[in-house]
């Protein structure tokens, strides 16, 4: 797999996929000025896409190697087209993430998903029409160019989700060339993307109990270093300052196992793991050690009437499993159920920023 491809470094890669609104179109979106066209597309009638330049609201950039996300310019709210760029900006970067963590596709396809992702152009439409048949979204990918009407922006990419990013793999795959007529690899996605969901959950919820203590100086996986980010671009923005939310949990590789054997002490204690005379210890102490690792991107945000300011502050959480068995003091590396006298585990949490992003100027 080459630089392009989705691997566990696209997690990281995949966090700062960077968007780009032409300016001056989203202004006069927002002001009503441009009507979205309806369109009908058949084979005799194929699009122009030069034809549709005043309802471009959304080029899709090179992908970044920085951690700061460039949001959409322009307003927050107001125009549909607008609205509706902000949210595929969005969706995109959450989708780059995680086909960087699921590595749906490698090798050549991953690459050519990977570039129609980042050369997608996306138009607006009140309506489309495909050979006489009604659509959501229409990719061509001789234009790299897709799609979408005010009903798609209004009822399925609104908000970032699982269905929002999978409705948007299938186009982008439809840029790409690569066969997803049966929604066989987006579903696949779909699928995955659940899985983790649900498997995050109870992380999810730790991570922002530990923000919560943080922020109030209570002890916390962050160490207090998430308050003093947060003070920081408090301070930035003043009262423009929107707070901050937890974008997700991301796994970011696997889990490191060390063999118990290593770590066998020497026989000492008793069957109650009481330390006793080596003349008379029939047990000794086997520890083991798992760590998971995991992304976990802090957004600080403020908001203007005509800019989206949010920073992505990156951390990694990195959860140990340590546990110590008292087993026999003649059983192998790996010993038997019936070896095993007692069994303690201690799980422990560390929150690391990484490269840290500064905050905009006054």
Not at 112 to 117: A, N, Q, T, Y
């Amino acid at each position: 797999m080459n630089k392009h491809s989705f691997s566990v470094k696209g997690l990281y890669i995949g966090l700062a996929f960077c968007a780009l609104v032409p300016q001056a179109v989203m202004a006069q979106v927002a002001a009503g000025k441009v009507q979205a066209p309806k369109i009908e597309i058949s084979k005799n009638t194929p699009v122009k896409i030069q034809d549709l330049q005043n309802h471009l609201i959304l080029n899709n950039k090179e992908l970044s190697k920085d951690y700061k996300a460039q949001r959409p310019e322009g307003p927050r709210t107001g125009g549909g087209g607008n609205a509706c760029s902000l949210a595929i900006a969005q969706n995109t970067k959450a989708l780059s993430s995680a086909l960087g963590e699921f590595e749906i596709l490698k090798g050549a396809q991953g690459d050519r998903l990977w570039e129609s992702m980042t050369k997608a152009q996306f138009y607006i439409a009140s309506s489309l029409k495909l050979d006489g048949q009604m659509k959501d979204a229409i990719n061509i990918p001789s234009e790299n160019a897709i799609l979408v009407t005010e009903h798609f922006c209004r009822s399925e990419v609104i908000e970032v989700s699982g269905r929002a990013m999978g409705l948007l793999l299938h186009e982008y795959l439809g840029l790409a060339k690569i066969d997803d007529s049966k929604y066989q690899i987006s579903g696949a996605f779909l699928q995955k993307y659940a899985e983790a969901k649900n498997g995050n959950l109870a992380l999810v919820k730790f991570v922002e109990e530990q923000a919560e203590l943080d922020l109030k100086g209570s002890a916390s996986c962050f160490n207090g270093d998430l308050k003093a980010q947060h003070e920081k671009y408090r301070d930035t923005y003043g009262g423009r300052f929107s707070g901050y939310s937890i974008d997700g949990v991301l796994r970011a590789g696997g889990i490191t196992y060390r063999n118990p054997g290593k770590y066998c002490s020497e026989a000492k204690y008793d069957r109650k793991g009481r330390e006793t005379d080596s003349s008379k210890a029939t047990h000794k102490a086997c520890g083991t050690e798992d760590e998971e690792a995991y992304i976990v991107p802090v957004i600080m945000g403020a908001s203007t009437s005509g800019t989206v300011d949010d920073i992505g502050v990156i951390y990694q959480l990195t959860k140990k499993i340590n546990t110590t068995l008292l087993v026999d003091k003649d059983a192998d590396w790996f010993p038997r159920k019936s070896e095993i006298a007692k069994k303690t585990v201690k799980v422990s949490y560390e929150c690391v920023r990484l490269d840290p992003v500064s905050a905009p100027a006054k």
